[in-house]
């Protein structure tokens, strides 16, 4: 089994309701996204899965909520739009979008360099 990753940025404001902190005022972050794929074998290339296309597909999902509010994105008007709940939503369309071989092993989402979050499906996927 091989495990590839890809980290990209996205950045964004946000405000998480009912939090009862300093956090449910409108604030933004520079967010780390990172998201791992696991893939069985590599390909007569070498490769297991394509950086440039794992960059490729992360992107498009990212430019939707990049310098946005994100609690004003779907499906963030319903559901808080926090690190958690982002990793899931990129997670669930970056299933979407790769072939049914290809595992996606996790999807972090780091609001700051010490405060991270994980969504580590279980499989199976596809």
């Known amino acids: 089994m091989y495990e590839v990753w890809i980290r990209r940025h996205l950045d ?30 590599v390909d007569e290339r070498g490769i297991a899965f394509d950086f440039s296309a794992l960059r490729k597909l992360l992107d ?8 946005s509010l994100l609690n004003e994105k779907e499906p963030f008007d319903k559901i808080n739009p926090s690190s958690e709940n982002l990793a899931f939503v990129i997670y669930r369309k970056m299933r979407e979008k790769l072939p049914k071989e290809v595992f996606i ?12 979050a994980q969504f580590l499906p279980e499989e199976p996927q596809g």
């Open 105 to 116: 092993s996790a999807v972090e989402v780091c609001e700051s360099p010490d405060a991270c």
């Open 12 to 41: 964004a404001a946000h405000f998480l309701r009912g939090y009862g902190g300093k956090c449910e005022e409108l604030h933004g972050h520079r967010f780390l996204v990172t998201v791992k794929v696991r893939a069985p074998k």
């Open 60 to 67: 498009e999902i990212l430019r939707e909520y990049d310098h």
